[in-house]
C-alpha cells in the first residue's frame, strides 16, 4: 500500500528535521560527506534545500512539458548562506516552501518531473513520494558525515524500495541485454519483482518471497532500510544476501536508458 499524501507530507517535514538537527550539531560544514564524494555538508545542505525551492516552483508551475524556466535559473544562481543559524534558517524555509506548494496543489495535481510516467505519476503526488526519499536519504548522508549514522526509519524505507524501482527504474526503453528479472525481498516481508526485457523496465509487488511465477534472474536480500541504500549506491551488494546471478546486479547499475 502507498503512503496516503498526508503522511507523505508529514514524513518530508520529519526527515527534514531530522536532517537540520544533524547540520545543526555537525562539528563541520566542511565536513566531506563519505556517500556523496567531493561534496562536504555544506554542499548536502545546498543540494537538499535546493531541490526542496527546484520542486516547489515545478509543482506551483503545474502541468508542463519542461521545467519552468525561471526555477532552472533559480536552481542554477542558488548561493545559500554560509553561516550556520542562517543556513539552518534557509533549509526550514526550502522545506516550508515546497510543502506549502503541495499542500496548495493536492495530489493529483500535475506538473513536469524527470521520470518516465510508466509506473510514478507526473503530479504532486508523485513529487512528494520521491522527495520523501531524496529527505531521507540525504539525511543518512549527513548523519554520516557527522559521524552517527542511523537507519531509515521503517516507514520511509519500506515505501522507498517500491518508490525506487517504479520511479528511478521504470521505462519503457529496451533492456540491452537477455531478458531476466530482479527479486528485492524485505525483511520484513514486502517483495518486487524487477522485469526488464525489450519492452523495457516495470516492477510489480510480489505477494510472498515464494508466490513469484518463476525464477528470477538474481535475487537481493535485506531489511527495507538496507535495500533503499543499496538502491541509491550507498551501500554494496556484499552488505546484502544476494542470490544467483550477481553479475545482473552491475549490469543494472550501469543501465543508462535513452527515452
Known amino acids: 500500500m502507498h503512503l496516503e499524501f498526508p503522511d507523505l507530507l508529514r514524513l518530508i517535514d520529519e526527515r527534514s528535521a531530522a536532517f537540520r538537527a544533524t547540520v545543526a550539531a555537525a562539528p563541520s560544514l566542511d565536513a566531506q560527506v563519505p556517500t556523496c564524494p567531493g561534496w562536504t555538508l555544506f554542499g548536502l545542505v545546498e543540494h537538499l534545500g535546493g531541490g526542496d525551492r527546484f520542486w516547489a516552483a515545478i509543482v506551483g508551475a503545474g502541468p508542463a512539458d519542461a521545467p519552468p524556466a525561471e526555477a532552472v535559473a533559480a536552481r542554477a544562481a542558488l548561493e545559500a548562506p554560509r553561516e550556520r543559524e542562517a543556513l539552518l534558517a534557509w533549509l526550514e524555509e526550502s522545506t516550508r516552501l515546497l510543502l ?101 523496465a516495470r516492477s510489480t509487488c510480489i505477494p510472498a518471497p515464494g508466490e513469484a511465477p518463476d525464477a528470477a534472474g538474481v535475487s537481493v536480500h535485506g531489511t527495507a532500510g538496507e535495500l533503499v541504500l543499496y538502491l541509491y549506491d550507498r551501500i554494496q551488494a556484499a552488505s546484502l544476501r544476494v542470490d544467483g546471478d550477481a553479475g545482473l546486479l552491475d549490469l543494472l547499475r550501469a543501465w543508462e536508458p535513452e527515452e
Open 100 to 200: 506549502n506548494a503541495l499542500r496548495e496543489a493536492g495530489p493529483d495535481a500535475g506538473c513536469w518531473a524527470w521520470w518516465s510516467a510508466l509506473q510514478t505519476p507526473r503530479t504532486s503526488g508523485g513529487v512528494a513520494r520521491h522527495r520523501v526519499q531524496e529527505s531521507a536519504v540525504h539525511t543518512y548522508d549527513a548523519q554520516l558525515a557527522a559521524g552517527a549514522p542511523q537507519p531509515l526509519p521503517a516507514e520511509v524505507a519500506l515505501d522507498g524500495v517500491e518508490e525506487f524501482l517504479f520511479t528511478c527504474v521504470a521505462t519503457p526503453c529496451a533492456w540491452p541485454h537477455k531478458p531476466t528479472a530482479f527479486d528485492f525481498h524485505t525483511a520484513e516481508g514486502r517483495s518486487w519483482r524487477l522485469t526488464v526485457d525489450g519492452d523495457g
